[in-house]
């Protein structure tokens, strides 16, 4: 299933990541170079590299406090081999069923009486569209609550691809998508324009959100990205093995970005057990903010001092710095917002660094 079910969370301390989906450990990888990045022109004393350029004192202000940002001239691309889980491919589920009947839903468990989920169990109901999704599943597997990965795709097009911790360093302004390419086999227009388009669930973004947003000249807006699709099949797709071959899905993820590499499996470093702390991946949670820390400390930005101090990384999260961010959060996923429904995913923000 790839991801952590909910009730390991506490469980994880930071060290292991709670989605390991291709999308999100792209984007996790995404945030861990430019931290890399950020630190290597820091070193060097350099104002600018191929993709990033410290920010001059007279643009830094209390809305765009960020020490970097992208250079102007810098647009991101996505490419994924098959379409993303969750809304933007339920017509795919559904074409893929020998039986269109919806999978059955199971009852819920007493954990779920206390906490009532709100986002729609992956698969579970498949023909209500428009919806925030879990991760899918199979129906016996222990419940999850990370949201699919066309709701954090979505939800990009607002907060950038930028985690909290990095928005610490990195302004917004220039780190959003700008095209997802997707195989033409698994780009249906329509579930695109609904999931991810400004016509479609998004259009619940309103003035009054995006002009509070703006407020201040954050850099946060809404910035849809264009969906492309592409003929050319990914040569390991399982729409590219022969007739009389069998596709065997694998539970390794190759982790590539030009600064560092690593395998993981079950959300940690191949090799190591899913609770050992030696096992954590540059990519999760606890090594990321640690690594946007020591950076801090070097770049000595008295507004950016506390972060290492924080007790626990929910404090992290909640600095008044990520306070447009947050609103922006909080507008998108809210009872009035595009993605309600969205519960958040607790249990792994009270570690601390050591
Ligand atoms: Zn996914």
Request: proline letters at 8%; hydrophobic letters at 35%.
């Amino acid at each position: 299933m790839k991801c952590l079910p909910s009730s390991k969370l506490p469980l994880a301390h930071g060290n292991i990541l709670h989605d390991w989906h291709a999308e999100i450990v792209a984007i996790r990888a995404f945030n861990r170079y430019l931290v890399e990045e950020c630190a290597d022109l820091a070193a060097s004393g350099l104002r600018s590299s191929a993709f990033l350029r410290h920010r001059e004192e007279a643009e830094i202000t209390r809305a765009e406090h960020q020490p970097f940002t992208f250079k102007e001239s810098v647009q991101i691309h996505m490419y994924s081999s098959e379409a993303p889980c969750g809304d933007a491919s339920m017509e795919l589920v559904m074409d893929a069923q020998d039986d269109a009947t919806p999978w059955p839903v199971p009852p819920p468990s007493s954990q779920d009486l206390e906490h009532p989920p709100t986002g729609l169990r992956g698969r579970a109901n498949f023909s209500l569209l428009g919806h925030v999704r879990f991760k899918p599943s199979r129906t016996d597997a222990p419940p999850t609550l990370s949201k699919s990965c066309t709701d954090k795709l979505a939800l990009a097009q607002t907060t950038s691809l930028l985690s909290s911790v990095t928005s610490l360093l990195v302004s917004p302004r220039n780190a959003y998508l700008s095209t997802l390419v997707l195989p033409a086999s698994h780009h249906v227009p329509s579930a695109i324009t609904r999931a991810f388009g400004p016509s479609g669930r998004m259009a619940g973004i309103t003035p009054e959100m995006t002009s509070r947003w703006e407020t201040g000249g954050s850099g946060y807006r809404f910035q849809p990205f264009e969906v492309r699709p592409v003929n050319q099949e990914f040569a390991y797709s399982r729409r590219s093995v022969e007739p009389s071959q069998t596709p065997v899905p694998s539970n390794i993820s190759a982790v590539y970005t030009p600064k560092f590499q690593e395998t993981l499996i079950g959300g940690v470093l191949q090799g190591r057990k899913q609770y050992d702390p030696r096992g954590a991946s540059r990519i999760c949670r606890k090594s990321t903010w640690k690594a946007v820390a020591d950076l801090a400390a070097v770049l000595a930005v008295p507004a950016l001092l506390g972060i290492g101090r924080a007790l626990q990384y929910q404090d992290a999260k909640n600095l008044d710095l990520l306070d447009w961010r947050s609103a922006v959060k909080a507008d998108v996923k809210g009872q009035d917002g595009p993605l309600k429904g969205w519960p958040e995913n607790k249990g792994d923000d009270c570690f601390r660094l050591e």
